[in-house]
């Protein structure tokens, strides 16, 4: 299966452990799979999310970043792909994007 050159998944991510964004340990979430995408994350103690994301653009991409303040619901991801963008978005607000030379 090719993977599209547009598109995005969104999930909720959550714990048991409900301070699980904010106490200083980690966790390891994934990876989750399908239609040809894996995500992968990891909370570190720093308060730090490492996602590793592969299937878009043919490639595995890595974002580092602060985990927000999270709802009771837990967190919510968005990544989207098109015209050789990858963003990421948390609890609604984009965090970073990386583009790629097509």
């Given at each position: 299966?090719?993977?599209e050159r547009e598109?995005?998944?969104t999930f909720w991510l959550r714990h048991q452990n409900v301070d699980w964004y904010k106490d200083e340990n980690s966790y390891?979430?994934?990876p989750f799979a399908g239609a040809g995408i894996s995500v992968h994350i990891v909370k570190h103690p720093t308060r730090k999310l490492t996602l590793d994301i592969s299937g878009p653009f043919g490639?595995?991409?890595s974002f580092n970043v602060q985990v927000p303040e999270c709802s009771p619901k837990g967190l919510f991801v968005a990544i989207t792909w098109k015209d050789n963008s990858l963003r990421l978005y948390l609890?609604?607000?984009e965090i970073e994007v990386?583009?790629?030379v097509g």
């Amino acid at each position: 299966m090719t993977m599209e050159r547009e598109g995005s998944i969104t999930f909720w991510l959550r714990h048991q452990n409900v301070d699980w964004y904010k106490d200083e340990n980690s966790y390891n979430f994934g990876p989750f799979a399908g239609a040809g995408i894996s995500v992968h994350i990891v909370k570190h103690p720093t308060r730090k999310l490492t996602l590793d994301i592969s299937g878009p653009f043919g490639k595995t991409h890595s974002f580092n970043v602060q985990v927000p303040e999270c709802s009771p619901k837990g967190l919510f991801v968005a990544i989207t792909w098109k015209d050789n963008s990858l963003r990421l978005y948390l609890n609604g607000k984009e965090i970073e994007v990386k583009t790629f030379v097509g």
